[in-house]
């Protein structure tokens, strides 16, 4: 068993390293897509709305199927959907249609979301008490694929504008990515909800209501879905951002990286903190560093400053957002797990692409970068501050499935 747990968790890490090679070009890139096949500016954020509310949509039934047919064989359908969906997207480009940009788009965004149920495959198969230490052993690995922004995607751009047509080859080459990660996908044999099921008594598993009353699911449901939403709608409107800071469009690409880099850069680290200090704790602490990082893209706009902020962005992240998965993980049985993080992705889905709609239009109507990042800062303060007075005790970790 620990073969395959190990075996497996080594290629769920490198299966991420090739979609966040995808991602970053889509979040990078959707907005700029979506104005130069339009040519409307002030629907900007409608291109990171569809990526996230697409993503939204597709998690929750593929959280449901997973515990039913096992976690394996809808990744590789969300792998699927990630060679799809560039392809669209490349097509759209081509005959200057918005109609299949957003269609491409959306199919990223759901690629994403499902791909990203990794994390929680992860976790489970490792004993309770180490679980953020294996998710962060496999979310480590994405920050390898910040590589991809400055050594593939950089150079594609440097020095160069590009119109619609313009857009078609690096929208291609990105479904070259999340192929490399369906291939991968296939050497995990052992399916990470049956190695799960050794820890646990089996029982019959909850509807979900019940599971959302028990003690400790709701902090860790707000600090999910708030620390998610906040990064993910900031996150989609940086590549837009820095282009009307008048910084070249090959620029975004090192923000989006230092930005994973937050991400994912120091989360072995983080794995292992979160269970020294305590996940609640964690949760208020990384929900404080968005609030400030948010803060600061109100007073840089260099890329050196953005790049800072977008930095403290994902690595308040990283700890928010894995203290509550990992927790939400433990206050589930492997038959309810799916349903519990599909519906954690998907109202933090909902948020990102809430915040991604309304900060486009704060920003082509209320003034630019300024407001964009209050408006983010303060919805980062109030989950803070909801989960640092939430004091209600989970139980110990692995309830019975």
Same mark, same amino acid.
């Given at each position: 068993?620990?073969?395959?747990?190990?075996?497996?968790?080594?290629?769920?890490?490198?299966?991420?390293?090739?979609?966040?090679?995808?991602?970053?070009?889509?979040?990078?890139?959707?907005?700029?897509?979506?104005?130069?096949?339009?040519?409307?500016?002030?629907?900007?954020?409608?291109?990171?709305?569809?990526?996230?509310?697409?993503?939204?949509?597709?998690?929750?039934?593929?959280?449901?199927?997973?515990?039913?047919?096992?976690?394996?064989?809808?990744?590789?359908?969300?792998?699927?959907?990630?060679?799809?969906?560039?392809?669209?997207?490349?097509?759209?480009?081509?005959?200057?249609?918005?109609?299949?940009?957003?269609?491409?788009?959306?199919?990223?965004?759901?690629?994403?979301?499902?791909?990203?149920?990794?994390?929680?495959?992860?976790?489970?198969?490792?004993?309770?008490?180490?679980?953020?230490?294996?998710?962060?052993?496999?979310?480590?690995?994405?920050?390898?694929?910040?590589?991809?922004?400055?050594?593939?995607?950089?150079?594609?751009?440097?020095?160069?504008?590009?119109?619609?047509?313009?857009?078609?080859?690096?929208?291609?080459?990105?479904?070259?990515?999340?192929?490399?990660?369906?291939?991968?996908?296939?050497?995990?044999?052992?399916?990470?909800?049956?190695?799960?099921?050794?820890?646990?008594?089996?029982?019959?598993?909850?509807?979900?209501?019940?599971?959302?009353?028990?003690?400790?699911?709701?902090?860790?449901?707000?600090?999910?879905?708030?620390?998610?939403?906040?990064?993910?709608?900031?996150?989609?409107?940086?590549?837009?951002?820095?282009?009307?800071?008048?910084?070249?469009?090959?620029?975004?690409?090192?923000?989006?990286?230092?930005?994973?880099?937050?991400?994912?850069?120091?989360?072995?680290?983080?794995?292992?903190?979160?269970?020294?200090?305590?996940?609640?704790?964690?949760?208020?602490?990384?929900?404080?560093?968005?609030?400030?990082?948010?803060?600061?893209?109100?007073?840089?706009?260099?890329?050196?400053?953005?790049?800072?902020?977008?930095?403290?962005?994902?690595?308040?992240?990283?700890?928010?957002?894995?203290?509550?998965?990992?927790?939400?993980?433990?206050?589930?049985?492997?038959?309810?797990?799916?349903?519990?993080?599909?519906?954690?992705?998907?109202?933090?889905?909902? %948020?990102? $692409?809430? =915040? *991604?709609? +309304?900060?486009?239009?704060?920003?082509?109507? /209320?003034?630019? #970068?300024?407001?964009? @990042?209050?408006?983010?800062? %303060?919805? $980062?303060? =109030? *989950?803070? +501050?909801?989960?640092?007075?939430?004091?209600? /005790?989970?139980? #110990?970790?692995?309830? @019975?499935?």
């Amino acid at each position: 068993m620990i073969t395959d747990v190990r075996r497996n968790a080594f290629l769920l890490a490198l299966g991420l390293v090739f979609l966040s090679g995808m991602v970053q070009l889509a979040v990078a890139l959707g907005t700029v897509t979506i104005v130069a096949v339009t040519g409307v500016h002030s629907i900007l954020g409608l291109g990171p709305a569809v990526f996230l509310i697409a993503g939204a949509l597709a998690v929750g039934p593929a959280g449901r199927l997973s515990d039913r047919f096992g976690r394996m064989p809808v990744i590789r359908t969300g792998y699927a959907l990630g060679i799809v969906g560039p392809l669209v997207t490349a097509a759209g480009c081509h005959w200057v249609s918005g109609v299949l940009v957003f269609l491409g788009l959306g199919l990223c965004g759901a690629a994403q979301s499902i791909v990203l149920l990794s994390r929680a495959a992860a976790a489970e198969m490792f004993p309770p008490e180490r679980r953020a230490r294996g998710m962060s052993i496999v979310l480590f690995a994405v920050v390898s694929g910040a590589i991809w922004g400055p050594v593939v995607f950089g150079p594609m751009f440097s020095g160069r504008q590009f119109d619609a047509h313009d857009l078609t080859v690096p929208w291609l080459a990105a479904g070259l990515f999340t192929f490399a990660g369906i291939a991968i996908s296939f050497g995990i044999r052992r399916d990470p909800r049956d190695l799960s099921a050794a820890y646990v008594a089996r029982t019959d598993p909850k509807p979900l209501g019940e599971i959302l009353r028990r003690p400790g699911v709701a902090t860790a449901m707000v600090a999910a879905v708030s620390s998610f939403g906040v990064m993910a709608g900031v996150m989609n409107l940086a590549g837009y951002v820095a282009v009307g800071h008048h910084h070249p469009q090959g620029s975004v690409f090192t923000i989006i990286s230092i930005h994973i880099v937050g991400m994912y850069g120091l989360v072995l680290f983080v794995g292992d903190a979160i269970e020294r200090i305590g996940r609640r704790r964690s949760m208020v602490i990384g929900l404080g560093l968005i609030a400030l990082s948010n803060a600061g893209m109100a007073w840089f706009g260099s890329i050196g400053g953005m790049s800072l902020a977008m930095f403290g962005l994902g690595l308040g992240w990283c700890l928010s957002y894995i203290a509550a998965t990992t927790e939400l993980v433990d206050l589930a049985g492997p038959s309810e797990r799916g349903r519990l993080v599909g519906l954690s992705d998907l109202l933090s889905s909902f %948020g990102g $692409a809430g =915040l *991604a709609l +309304a900060g486009g239009v704060v920003y082509t109507g /209320a003034g630019g #970068s300024v407001p964009l @990042a209050w408006l983010a800062t %303060g919805l $980062a303060v =109030l *989950a803070c +501050a909801w989960v640092a007075g939430n004091k209600s /005790a989970a139980p #110990s970790p692995a309830v @019975a499935d």
